[in-house]
Every structure is written in structure tokens, then in C-alpha cells.
Antibody
Framework: EVQLLESGGGLVQPGGSLRLSCAAS????????MSWVRQAPGKGLEWVSAMSGSGVNTYYADSVKGRFTISRDNSKNTLYLQMNTLRAEDTAAYYCAKGHVRFFDYWGRGTLVSVSP | QSVLTQPPSVSAAPGQKVTISCSGS????????VSWYQQLPGAAPKLLIYDNYKRPSGIPDRFSGSKSGTSATLGITGLQTGDEADYYCGTWDSSLIAAVFGGGTKLTVL
């Protein structure tokens, strides 16, 4: 059974940093691209970033480019999202999702990030 | 404002059929696969349709997908109260080099 478990969310001040983690199990992690998708309170889904299975290729939404960094440790079956220079508009539930270009077939339950003074 | 356009809401009675549209452009829907997601209240999104019309294992055939040109459609037949949820279309945008979603459609089963 595929499982994705996010962690690392919390309350942070504007300009601060957080690192999210996503522990994956139930599939060959290194064989699949992985993504982060966020959802602001009461709003729709917004794709944030993706990384290829090998970790060679990375992709970012314009809204986070230069501030967020995606990475993965295939030996630990874990995906990360380093978030720097956080803004109020980054407040959202952050979901880890398996997949990238064609579809996202499994999603974690999400971790909440709140950026507020 | 979302790259893909969906109606904010649709409604129908139990047992009836409903369709949800998703409109895009040649840089996204026109040249890439479309997927659909169901998000029940308080839950994470769940894949309903991938590659325009395919259903993952466990998704009932009451759910169907189609694509024509730069638009896609999700169909749900035999509506149940448990189908009340937000539905999102998604695809890749080759110009933005980004995954994109529609703004979401809230389905109410009256």
C-alpha cells in the first residue's frame, strides 16, 4: 500500500524558513517523480514543485522560484521542501504527491504551514 | 486566476448525471493528458481520472472523462450524496513548464 506522510509544518513569521518532509512507502521511491502541491485556506490546488526520480531534474512554480528548494533522499525514501523567505501568501496545506507531468496518483494527508507575525 | 477554467459549482439530484467542464489552451489541455481529482470535505485530493479517460483501480465506472481539443469533461452518473466534493482538473502546461489545475468545482447533490 502506497503511503505518503508529510511533516514539518507549523507557524512561522514572515521572512522565516521551514523544511517539509514527506516519508514514502509502498513503492520503489527512486523510480518516480514526486511533487509538492499546496492549497491555501478555502482555495484551490496550486502545484509548487516537482523532482524527477533520480533527483537530476527539478521544476518550480513561478510563485516560489528562488525561495523554495525541492530535494530527495532516495536512500531514505523521503522528499523535502526547503522554504525560505516565507510570505503570508505561502500559508496553505502542503501535500506531497506521487507523480508529476501526467497525473498525481497518490497524495499525503498534508501538513499545514501558517505564515503570520 | 487559474490557467484552467472550471465552473465554480454544479448541482443535481441523487441518481442523476452531471458534467463538469475544464477549459484550457493548446499549451496545456490541447497537447497534454488531463487528470481529474476528487476532494471530499477535509480530505486530501484523490485521483479519479488520468490520461484523459482512464480510471484507476477502485474508481467506479460512474465516473468518466473525455477530452476534445482544448477542453475536457468529467461525467458522473448515478449521483450519490457521498459524491458531494470539490472536483479539480489538472494537466501539464508546456509553455509555463508547470503543472496546472482548474479552480475547482463544488458538486452539490440536492
Amino acid at each position: 500500500e502506497v503511503q505518503l506522510l508529510e511533516s514539518g509544518g507549523g507557524l512561522v513569521q514572515p521572512g522565516g524558513s521551514l523544511r517539509l518532509s514527506c516519508a514514502a512507502s509502498g513503492f520503489t521511491f527512486s523510480s518516480y517523480a514526486m511533487s509538492w502541491v499546496r492549497q491555501a485556506p478555502g482555495k484551490g490546488l496550486e502545484w509548487v514543485s516537482a523532482m524527477s526520480g533520480s533527483g537530476v531534474n527539478t521544476y518550480y512554480a513561478d510563485s516560489v522560484k528562488g525561495r523554495f528548494t525541492i530535494s530527495r533522499d532516495n536512500s531514505k525514501n523521503t522528499l523535502y521542501l526547503q522554504m525560505n523567505t516565507l510570505r503570508a501568501e505561502d500559508t496553505a496545506a502542503y501535500y506531497c504527491a506521487k507523480g508529476h507531468v501526467r497525473f498525481f496518483d497518490y497524495w499525503g494527508r498534508g501538513t499545514l504551514v501558517s505564515v503570520s507575525p | 486566476q487559474s490557467v484552467l477554467t472550471q465552473p465554480p459549482s454544479v448541482s443535481a439530484a441523487p441518481g442523476q448525471k452531471v458534467t463538469i467542464s475544464c477549459s484550457g489552451s493548446s499549451s496545456n489541455i490541447g497537447n497534454n493528458y488531463v487528470s481529474w481529482y476528487q476532494q471530499l470535505p477535509g480530505a486530501a485530493p484523490k485521483l479519479l481520472i488520468y490520461d484523459n479517460y482512464k480510471r484507476p483501480s477502485g474508481i467506479p465506472d460512474r465516473f468518466s472523462g473525455s477530452k476534445s481539443g482544448t477542453s475536457a469533461t468529467l461525467g458522473i452518473t448515478g449521483l450519490q450524496t457521498g459524491d458531494e466534493a470539490d472536483y479539480y482538473c489538472g494537466t501539464w502546461d508546456s509553455s509555463l513548464i508547470a503543472a496546472v489545475f482548474g479552480g475547482g468545482t463544488k458538486l452539490t447533490v440536492l
